[in-house]
Structures are given as structure tokens and as C-alpha cells.
């Protein structure tokens, strides 16, 4: 497990690996706000946590094509499948790389993108946490929609469609965390504790869910 989790890294953090693609969009999103929003700081600032939540759907979805799509073509997917080590503990390995790639360095760019979006330092503590709570369960919900697309045609088309209703609770409760401070002043001791259990159920749910359908897709 741990070798297939540095093998992944090593493949996306090479030139051309995917992983900064969504740091990338990210950035462009959180930066391209301000100027379709206007001079109106306030309003940037109530908008800035459900903007940065937006950047950070989209962009983790962007890098989920290629969850499966390379291992697949190169045939080592394959292989993966047909060894007698769990598929499952595989599908984990590969998501908890992906996060790593893809998803932590979203989190790292949140203070300097917060600034941009007129966040205080609360609020933008507020938004990174949530972050990092709720971002696994987008890599491991997604994933079920690339072990589903990893073998079909314009499979990109159809993990949208699949992987997008799956992460609008993480999507609302991620938002609605950070809204209890900006607005309420208030701790978001509810909106994270329900934000943590959708990455458990996640954690349970999505190597299994992923791993049947790679077995299903591959026969």
C-alpha cells in the first residue's frame, strides 16, 4: 500500500502528472472572483468560503480523470486487479495519494488565496479546516465515479455527472461551517462534525464501492 501511495505521487508530481493542474484552476477560479464580483469587499467577504469551496469541487474533480484513466492505459491497472492483495486497500492507496497530490496543496494555498477574497485570519483558519476535513471525502466519493467511467468513452463526461450529486452535502455542510463564523460568530461544532462523518462514510463506502466497480468494468 504504501509502495502503490509513493509510486502515485512520484507519477503525479511529474512533469505533466495532473497534479498541479488543480492547484492551477484552483488558483485561476479564487483569482478570476474578485474581478467578476466587483470593488464591494463585504460581499466578497461573505462570498470568499462558498468561493473557495467552489475552486476546490471543481479542481479536485478536474484531477479525478486520471484516477484510474493511466493505470488503465498502461496496463497496470490490469495487474492491480488481478493481484492477491486487496483491491480494495489499492483503491484507498490510490485515493489517499491523490489527496496528497491534489488536494493537500488546495489547502496550503488557502491563506494567500483568502487574502484576495478580503478573509481575516479566522475565517480563513475556518475555511482551511473545513478543507481539510471535507476534501478526502470529494477524492473518496469521486473515486467510485472513476472506477465506474474508467473503461468507457468520454468517461470524463459521465464522472462529472456521477461524482457532482455526491458532493453537494460535502459542498453545503463545508460552506455552512464557515458561514457560522463569518456570519454567526459562532462555533461550527455541528456543520463538522457532520463534515467528518461524510469523510468516514466515505472512508468505508468508497474503497468497496470503488473496487467492485473496477471488477465489474475489467471482466
Known amino acids: 500500500m504504501i509502495a502503490l501511495i509513493r509510486r502515485d505521487l512520484a507519477i503525479a508530481l511529474r512533469a505533466g502528472g495532473g497534479a498541479l493542474i488543480g492547484v492551477l484552476f484552483f488558483l485561476t477560479v479564487v483569482v478570476l472572483m474578485p474581478f467578476a464580483v466587483g470593488p464591494d469587499l463585504a460581499l466578497l467577504k461573505r462570498l470568499g468560503p462558498a468561493i473557495l469551496w467552489l475552486g476546490a469541487l471543481l479542481a479536485s474533480l478536474l484531477t479525478l480523470d ?25 483503491c484507498l492507496a490510490k485515493a489517499c495519494a491523490h489527496w ?41 466519493t469521486g473515486m467510485i465515479g472513476a472506477a465506474l467511467a474508467v473503461t468507457l468513452r468520454r468517461g470524463g463526461l459521465l464522472l462529472s455527472v456521477l461524482v457532482l450529486p455526491l458532493s453537494i452535502p460535502v459542498l453545503i455542510f463545508g460552506v455552512a461551517a464557515c458561514n457560522a463564523v463569518v456570519t454567526d460568530g459562532v462555533a461550527p461544532a455541528a456543520p463538522l462534525s457532520i463534515l467528518a462523518a461524510l469523510t468516514l462514510a466515505g472512508l468505508v463506502v468508497g474503497p468497496l464501492a470503488a473496487a467492485a466497480a473496477l471488477r465489474q468494468g475489467l471482466d
Open 100 to 140: 496528497l497530490a491534489a488536494g493537500l496543496p488546495l489547502i496550503v494555498a488557502t491563506p494567500v488565496l483568502g487574502l484576495l477574497l478580503n478573509l481575516d485570519g479566522s475565517t480563513t483558519a475556518t475555511v482551511a479546516l473545513t478543507l481539510l476535513i471535507g476534501t478526502p471525502a470529494l477524492t473518496l
Open 66 to 90: 486520471r484516477l484510474f484513466t493511466a493505470d488503465h492505459e498502461d496496463g497496470s491497472l490490469d495487474l492491480i486487479v488481478m493481484s492477491r492483495r486487496s483491491l480494495e486497500l489499492a
